[in-house]
Nanobody, 116 residues
């Protein structure tokens, strides 16, 4: 099992930037894909970005060109740099780890609020 702890959320004005971090512990050797998801009030959780162990990335169309996901395998960390933030980016952001055994673990989430 993998334990995930997110940090870096907060309140920012539209157009601003935030950097989210996620620290993984436990069976980190088994992690394959890491990602960020978000859930706004009254909406389903949605994909933001994913990154493989070899650093191939995938982004939701809504964040392409504004968000950048990165990963440090040696430190068991994944990051989400968020620029040009919009009010519609407001959500709880969750870190996710998918293992080679096809299990999936989640962090507790961190709130991101973008004011207009």
């Amino acid at each position: 099992q993998v334990q995930l702890v997110e940090s870096g959320g907060g309140l920012v004005q539209a157009g601003g930037s935030l950097r989210l971090s996620c620290a993984a512990s436990g069976s980190t050797f088994s992690i394959n894909i890491m990602g960020w998801y978000r859930q706004a009030p009254g909406k389903q959780r949605e994909l933001v970005a994913t990154i493989t162990r070899s650093s191939s990335t995938n982004y939701a169309d809504s964040v392409k060109g504004r968000f950048t996901i990165s990963r440090d395998n040696a430190k068991n960390m994944v990051y989400l740099q968020m620029n040009s933030l919009k009010p519609e980016d407001t959500a709880v952001y969750y870190c996710n780890a998918r293992t080679l055994a096809y299990t999936s673990d989640w962090g507790q989430g961190t709130q991101v609020t973008v004011s207009s």
